[in-house]
């Protein structure tokens, strides 16, 4: 018998499963009304004397073994077991990540950068809090010159404020290159605007300029029409305005052809068949003097635009804010593949 009980200790330690079935088997085979355990302790009444103590100690243990084992494994089995299992497949395909998508402002910024970068132009940039002289002093707005209402500013302290136009960047590019100079100039800026579908207290520009002998208006219409029709198609037209800028001389404002009626008169144009998409000019020859480049041997032309304004006419948007809310469902139009 005590052969008998030992054989079945070490059959019982060394017993596993995970599986509730396997267990409730084995709870039957050891401890049910015929199991081996049950029958060693029907036994018991027929052992000598002399090892009843021993062997009433043996099956003791083995009983307290066999019921620790039973209950180990079954908090094991409703634990994990089956559940684990289902879990586990490891055949499934993985769940797809998604991906971002580039912000329609700047799928348009860098769009215009490679239009201009093809012919020519480098990307120049500049700081987003700028003093006076490059906002304003060194591109000709005299310190009683009405032309500061023009844009309204959100100054820092004296003399220092947020940048109102991105022309800012190209009086430090003069200031630290000798012509030609031919660059284009892509950033943030800030007026002190109502925030409504049409303005917004901060926008985004592309400001270009070029210097060098002879530059003339002809130059310009050419550069911009180049422009419109790489931007719009090649169908588009363009037109200039006579306009007033401070830092251009003369200056003027630049139309395209409505790219949504083609010229024939829509509610976008307001029946007009052009919108507006620019501002430009002839460097004045005092902007250029403050920049320390000789306006007697140079001449340039400049011209800026607003990247929302283009963003909103190649993807017909109509309300500004848009640009600045985040909301993924607008966001998740623009996927592109990189
Ligand atoms: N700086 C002007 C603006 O912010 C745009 C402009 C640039 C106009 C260059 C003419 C020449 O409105």
Redesign the pocket.
């Known amino acids: 018998m005590r052969e008998k009980i030992k054989r079945l200790l070490i059959e019982i330690n060394s017993f596993s499963t995970n599986s509730k079935e396997e267990l409730e088997l084995f709870r039957i085979k050891m401890l049910g009304k015929k199991g081996e355990v049950t029958i060693l302790f029907d036994n018991f009444k027929s052992v000598e004397v002399i090892i009843k103590k021993e062997i009433g100690q043996l099956l003791n243990e083995l009983k307290t073994n066999t019921q620790q084992k039973i209950n180990d494994l079954k908090q094991l089995t409703e634990s994990n077991g089956d559940v684990d299992r289902k879990i586990m497949d490891l055949t499934l395909p993985s769940q797809s990540i998604s991906i971002g998508s580039r912000h329609p402002l700047s799928l348009v910024k860098n769009e215009i950068i490679n239009i201009f970068s093809r012919i020519g132009f480098a990307v120049s940039d500049g700081p987003e809090i700028e003093d006076d002289w490059h906002n304003f002093s060194a591109l000709n707005f005299s310190e009683e010159h009405p032309a500061r209402d023009m844009q309204d500013t959100f100054f820092i302290e004296d003399k220092i404020a947020l940048r109102t136009?991105t022309?800012s960047i190209q009086v430090r590019v003069m200031e630290n290159s000798k012509p030609p100079v031919r660059t284009i100039s892509p950033g943030r800026v800030y007026r002190n605007e109502a925030i409504s579908a049409r303005a917004h207290c901060f926008f985004h520009?592309v400001?270009g300029l070029y210097i060098d002998k002879n530059v003339s208006f002809a130059d310009l219409k050419q550069t911009l029409l180049y422009f419109a029709k790489e931007m719009f198609g090649s169908d588009t037209k363009i037109r200039l305005r006579p306009s007033y800028?401070p830092?251009?001389e003369p200056?003027a404002e630049m139309d395209i052809s409505c790219p949504f009626c083609s010229g024939k008169g829509c509610n976008i144009c307001k029946g007009s068949g052009w919108v507006e998409i620019l501002?430009?000019?002839m460097v004045d020859p005092a902007v250029l003097d403050n920049c320390k480049i000789d306006s007697k041997q140079h001449s340039g032309f400049?011209?800026?635009m607003g990247v929302e304004r283009i963003t909103m006419l190649k993807y017909q948007t109509n309300d500004l804010r848009l640009f600045s809310e985040n909301d993924v469902r607008f966001m998740n139009q623009f996927k592109t593949e990189l």
């Open positions: 136009h022309s520009q400001e800028f830092f251009t200056s501002g430009c000019g400049a011209f800026g």
